[in-house]
């Protein structure tokens, strides 16, 4: 889906359908490799609710998940085999945040935050996958907007536990 049409498509999903389960619920639809993001999942979970619902059939054969630190090695090594035994095309999401305060510099490993963890300036830059592609998720720029994403994107990416 889009980024920019994930609002604008919930919203009229909302207007024709009403809240349907769990779709409409939220001012987004995220596409977000099949199971919500805002929910948290055991690795070996979401590999058996990603098999079983899509890669033993005719889609989904790609296979995302968010890691929460690129300092884990042994970890995102058995992430990767694990994917391998199962036939997963696996891509690990680390997302990346930096101060562009030239005082500072500091840069960690997140893309929920508006300012630096170390000095407090709002001039940060984030570095996420958004829909399969690594994208700005935030970028300063002179017009004082710091994102392209639009407001539904950035809900969606601010409830992001498991992707």
């Known amino acids: 889906m889009a980024e920019s049409l994930c609002g604008r498509q919930a919203k009229q999903f909302k207007d024709t359908f009403g809240v349907v389960g769990d779709v409409g619920m939220r001012n987004f639809f995220s596409n977000s490799f099949h199971c919500p993001v805002w929910k948290e999942y055991a690795l070996e979970h979401k590999i058996g609710?990603?098999?079983?619902?899509?890669?033993?059939?005719?889609?989904?054969?790609?296979?995302?998940?968010?890691?929460?630190?690129?300092?884990?090695?042994?970890?995102?090594?058995?992430?990767?085999?694990?994917?391998?035994?199962?036939?997963?095309?696996?891509?690990?999401?680390?997302?990346?945040?930096?101060?562009?305060?030239?005082?500072?510099?500091?840069?960690w490993t997140d893309d929920k935050e508006d300012t630096c963890p170390r000095c407090g300036s709002h001039d940060v830059m984030s570095i996420s996958r958004v829909c399969g592609y690594l994208g700005f998720t935030r970028m300063p720029d002179s017009s004082g907007d710091n994102t392209r994403m639009n407001d539904a994107k950035r809900e969606e990416i601010s409830l992001r536990k498991s992707m």
């Open 49 to 107: 609710q990603e098999y079983y619902g899509f890669h033993n059939c005719n889609g989904g054969h790609i296979f995302y998940y968010r890691i929460n630190t690129d300092k884990n090695l042994v970890y995102i090594d058995q992430y990767v085999k694990t994917c391998m035994k199962v036939g997963f095309y696996a891509g690990v999401n680390i997302a990346h945040s930096y101060c562009l305060n030239p005082k500072c510099n500091y840069s």
